[in-house]
């Protein structure tokens, strides 16, 4: 089946720093996702992305999906503590099921 | 409502007993997604409905897995003779032909 490659699978950072985090696929989507989760919550939707080479900005937060349909990135500038949390990108066909990525876990250090 | 809410929040329950999972979509929201997050790991694909019917069925893990929608609207997993592997947050989504918002997840933990 599908498969996302998710990397880094954690950072260390330091307050302040930019982070870049990204996703590859095995196949073509039509929508990538970007969700962060916090501990005992759900995931909730920063960004999403429905165009080849679309990049999108939302605050701090920037995205692209790539040219090639098979990956897409995600960029934090200026990073604050609040921004810890686990990453993940998503990529979907149409109304089907997220396959998702395992997730980057970011820890920001004040 | 504004968003996806699922009940119970948390469930403890002993091995072999049954649960019931309940979710309320976004309004208006035409599909509805079951997925299973196990501790520290990604989120597992269970089950997809358009409406009222389920085209995709192929992540329910074995036949004590069921779910049901009504009304377009609530779904229903339900777990019959729960194992301990069963333990995990199980979160619902909802979308309109675009990017799925997810509800905070019924945590269950079979004893």
């Known amino acids: 089946g599908q498969q996302l490659n998710q990397s880094p699978q954690s950072m260390f950072i330091q307050e302040g720093e930019d982070v870049s985090m990204n996703c590859t696929s095995s196949?073509?989507?039509?929508?990538w996702l970007w969700y962060k989760q916090d501990p005992g919550e759900g995931p909730v939707l920063l960004i999403a992305l429905y165009k080849a080479g679309e990049l999108t900005s939302n605050g701090r937060l920037t995205a692209q999906f790539g040219i090639t349909r098979k990956d897409s990135f995600l960029n934090i500038s200026a990073s604050i503590p609040s921004d810890v949390g686990i990453y993940f990108c998503a990529g979907s066909s149409g109304n089907t099921p997220l396959v998702f990525g395992k997730g980057t876990r970011l820890s920001v250090i004040a | 409502g504004a968003g996806v809410s699922q009940s119970p929040s948390n469930k403890v329950t002993e091995k072999g007993k049954d649960v019931e999972l309940r979710c309320d979509p976004i309004s208006g929201h035409t599909a509805l997604y079951w997925y299973r997050q196990s501790l520290g790991q990604g989120l597992e694909f269970l089950i997809y409905?358009?409406?009222?019917?389920?085209?995709?069925k192929s992540g329910l893990p074995s036949d004590r897995f069921s779910a049901e929608r009504t009304g377009g609207s609530v779904s229903t997993l339900t777990i019959q003779r729960t194992q301990q592997e069963d333990s995990a947050v199980y979160l619902c989504a909802s979308s309109n032909l675009g990017a799925q918002y997810f509800g905070p997840g019924t945590r269950l933990l079979v004893l």
């Open positions: 409905f358009q409406g009222n019917s389920a085209p995709d």
């Open positions: 196949s073509i989507f039509n929508t």
